[in-house]
């Protein structure tokens, strides 16, 4: 009786509705409750309360933006423009529509002009815009004015024919410049009607349908502590394909020479339920991380979240089911993103009345408070083996 009662009451020691941890803060010297539920925007609020109004807001370093996009801008780099240049087409590719609108429509307009002014030097000095009797044989017919030579252009380079303006027999240098304006227009068109078409198919609008849970939880699983997130896909048609999800730790690595690597990327072994191969986004899934001896969160703790400075980057690649093209869309988590002593709501229920499975992605980003150890996987591992403890 004595044992099973010493091993319940270390049973509770372990569970979280009794182990609550202080640590002092240096910055406001007062004590903080570590509560099962971290969340470290409410742990902000009561310090803020106790703060200066002149105090400043910790800034939040990303390396990947929640919606995706690289945190990163690039300095000092020589021959910058020219190197864009070099790459045209990837470079009108990844700027902003008013600007591809506007290259597409200049492109069109500088080359009207620019073979309209050579169509009114040809008629120039061939004397076309001179009267003449009927009997004189112009290099082009109806030319009278720079305004004719633009409209003759633009008849000429988009084959329209309107029948009153033609090249004649008369100027060789007329037929050259006619086929040279003919071949012109279509690389334009062609090049022009790819880099629309490139910009709108872009893989990276998919990335609009694939969804990422708000916030990573800390919790047990099947006797571990284990970190998960949420990914999930929209669409109901069109599904990825070969989906794929990798996840990376950015964190300052010291090195044994004493050499401190920042940034530095860390690899997370994470799988979806009982799999480590592709995803199949068919409902949204949960993807765990196994915080392990090999893992590099093996010793934090959920004090240690508090005052640790990193970012998981987690990346979601796939191929398109309709159109062939692989996407990859990209979230990260900070420390104050993940909550300790969470698990995310089920969403997936089977509907009767329609015979299919339902998806409610109002609760999507939902999370529940469950009874978690506080302290790091290492000591928790430690303390199970001392303790003969199964949890």
Known sequence: MHGTGEREALRRKASTPVNFRFFEDTDTEEKIIITPALDRGHLSKN?????????????????????????VTQVHISKRRRRYLQDIFTTLVDIQWRWTLLVFALSFLLSWLV????????????????????????????????????????????T???????TTEECPEAIFVMCLQSITGVFIQAF?????????????????????????????????????????DMREKSHLIGSSVRAQLVRPHTTKEGEVLSPFLYDLKVKADNYDSDVFLIWPTVIVHEIDSS??????????????????????????????????????????EILWGHRFQPLVAFNRAKGTYQVNFGLFHNTYQVDTPLCSARNLETFLEGTDIEL
């Not at 050579?118 to 112009?138: A, Q, V």
């Not at 240690?304 to 998981?312: A, G, L, V």
């Open 47 to 71: 310090k803020s309360r106790s703060s200066n109004r002149g105090a400043t807001r910790k800034l939040r370093r990303r390396a990947v933006l929640k919606n995706g996009d690289c945190n």
């Open 115 to 158: 073979f309209a002014a050579i169509w009114w030097l040809i008629s120039y000095t061939h004397g076309d815009l001179d009267p003449h009797d009927e009997n004189w044989s112009p290099c082009v017919d109806n030319i009278n004015s720079f305004t004719s030579c633009f409209l003759f252009s633009v008849e000429n380079q988009h």
């Open 160 to 166: 329209i024919g309107f029948g009153g303006r033609a």
């Open 192 to 232: 022009m009607v790819g880099i629309v078409f490139a910009k709108m198919a872009r893989p990276k609008q998919r990335t609009q349908t694939l969804l990422f849970s708000r916030n990573a939880v800390i919790a047990m699983r099947d006797g571990l502590l284990c970190l998960m997130f949420r990914v999930g």
């Open 295 to 336: 893992s590099p969160l093996y010793e934090l703790g959920a004090a240690d979240m508090i005052n640790e400075r990193f970012e998981i980057v987690v990346i979601l690649e796939g191929t398109t089911e309709s159109t062939g093209q692989t996407t990859q869309a990209r979230t990260s988590y900070v420390a104050s």
